[in-house]
């Protein structure tokens, strides 16, 4: 009976993290995901969000160039000839 308090306390033991067991951030350096960029980096630092505002004020600019170019020749498509 006491082996199966002793299994149960440890299992408790491990899942609430007092035991010892191998994890990846010793295999990783202790960097995850979200802590891939370190602040000693001399680069542009942009967040998300201005990257996807940047892009589709890019591509407004685009849309805007082709219709603005098609009002500016009229609108007309080049005559071909027929049979």
Same mark, same amino acid.
């Given at each position: 009976?006491?082996?199966?308090?002793?299994?149960?306390?440890?299992?408790?033991?491990?899942?609430?993290?007092?035991?010892?067991?191998?994890?990846?951030?010793?295999?990783? @350096?202790?960097?995850?995901? $979200?802590?891939?960029? *370190?602040?000693?980096? %001399?680069?542009?630092?942009?967040? +998300?969000?201005?990257?996807?505002?940047?892009?589709?004020?890019?591509? @407004?600019?685009?849309?805007? $160039?082709?219709?603005? *170019?098609?009002?500016? %020749?009229?609108?007309?498509?080049? +005559?071909?000839?027929?049979?």
């Amino acid at each position: 009976m006491s082996e199966k308090k002793d299994l149960i306390k440890e299992a408790l033991k491990r899942r609430q993290g007092g035991g010892k067991s191998p994890s990846k951030s010793s295999e990783t @350096g202790g960097q995850s995901g $979200l802590n891939f960029y *370190s602040g000693d980096v %001399s680069s542009l630092k942009v967040q +998300p969000n201005t990257v996807l505002i940047i892009s589709l004020v890019y591509l @407004g600019i685009v849309v805007l $160039l082709h219709i603005f *170019s098609k009002l500016r %020749s009229g609108g007309a498509e080049t +005559p071909t000839e027929g049979p």
